[in-house]
Every structure is written in structure tokens, then in C-alpha cells.
């Protein structure tokens, strides 16, 4: 049991993420996604995903801003967010989201239902956006053969395209996995800190590893914002219209 803003939600971890009606499809328990669609402050689905820009740990928006209000650090690995508005450093992560509402069953439909009583039982004005669908499940459950595959948008703010070429590593450097997608989509507002400890994250690089990155001729820094390399690097930087980033490994300098 998980509390939301608008209310309780509960959950059975012996739903199964495929719900094609063909036998030939494997089914997998959803209780083995929970580390990675659950909120780790409610212990529920992931509602309203929001995502801590400095360490990309996620969390229910209604959780995380109300932990934010006597904490300043990521409740996940304590990294300090930011030293007077930690709301500043948290950004909605809409493709995570969606996958939650597709991987559980009439998630979405529950919660609309939970907003719209919230807003009537406070005498306010439900916002359209909010609005729950008159079709129940039955009717949404019927009708989903009819229904092409849904097609992940990108959200406009997603304006980089990414290509992360990996230059080798130095000697004394071996436990790290392959980065297994050179390929990402972020905000031009992004800085070289967050594809670093994106990088980190993928490669699970121990502290002690130094990442340097480089941009044509151009060694970066963890200031500096893609949008800001992409205008002065001009277009030594693109390949195909994408931002090419060129990264190695090293040991810190004594």
C-alpha cells in the first residue's frame, strides 16, 4: 500500500506485464520491474515520474517534492541536489512514465479517477486535462485489439541528439562494462556533468575513474551545456546532425 497526493493505491505484484491474449508470448511477473518502476519513497508505481538531473534517480513528483522540503540530498544515494532549491535540479521524465502506464494494467485510468474525486471533494474545477474517460476497463479492455501499437513521443525539450564514442581506457583501467547505447537524446540544457554520470551509471565505473571528455579538438568541462558546445564548436561538432562527444577513461593525477 503506497499513498499518493490524491489518495491510496494498491498493488499486487502478481500482475503480469503482457497482457496479449497469445499463449506463444512469455509473461513475466511485474514484481521483477519494481526496482525500476517504483517510487523508492512510497514503495508505489511511479506517478508522475520526475527525475533528479544530478544523479538520474527517479521518484513519484509528489514525493520527491515533499522530501525536498526538509532534505536537500537525493533520498536514493545523497548526493546534494542543490544547496537552497533542490526543485530547481528535478525534471519530468515522461518516457519512463508512459512505460509504467503500459506495463500496469488500468493504472492510469485508477488515477484519473483518484485526481478528478480529489479536486470534487474540495469543491474545485477538474482540470481537463485530468478528466477520466466514461469507457471502463471492460470496455478499454475490449477494445485494445483494435488500437495500433502506441509510438513513444519525444518531448520537445529533448533537443540533442547524442553520439557518445568511447576512446579507450588507460592502463590499470578494467572493471567496466561496454556502453551498449552510444545513442542519446537529452535537453541542449544538459551539461557534460550529466552525460558523465550518465556514463558512469551505464559502465558502472568505480569513484576512482576519471571520465574526460571532448568535443572535436575542444576538452570540456562539467560547467558547460550541449546547446553552449553545439553553438561554439559550430559544425566540427555534428556528424549527421548529431553532437558527437568523444569520452576516455583515466586515473586521477596525484
Known sequence: MSTSL????????????????????????????????????CCGFLIDATTITECLHTFCKSCIVKHFFHSNRCPTCSIVVHQTQPLYNIRPDRQL????????????????????????????????????????????????????????????????????????????INNYKPLERRYVRVSGEATVRHVELFIRRKMELSPSCQVDMACGDHLLDHYQSLKDIQNSVGKEALQDGLLVLHFGLVLPSQ
Open 97 to 172: 512514465q508512459d512505460i509504467v502506464y503500459k506495463m500496469v494494467p488500468f493504472l492510469e485510468e485508477l488515477e484519473r479517477v483518484q485526481m478528478t474525486t480529489f479536486y470534487k471533494d474540495r469543491g474545485l474545477e477538474v482540470p481537463k486535462a485530468v478528466g477520466v474517460s466514461p469507457q471502463g476497463p471492460a470496455v478499454l479492455r475490449r477494445q485494445k485489439k483494435d488500437l495500433p501499437q502506441s509510438v513513444f513521443t519525444i518531448p520537445p525539450e529533448l533537443d540533442v541528439s547524442l553520439v557518445l564514442e568511447f576512446v579507450g581506457a588507460e592502463e590499470g
Open 6 to 41: 490524491y489518495g491510496s493505491r494498491s498493488h499486487d505484484g502478481s500482475t503480469n506485464v503482457s497482457n496479449s491474449d497469445s499463449e506463444d508470448e512469455p509473461k513475466l511477473p511485474l514484481n521483477q520491474f519494481y526496482p525500476y518502476i517504483r517510487c523508492a519513497l
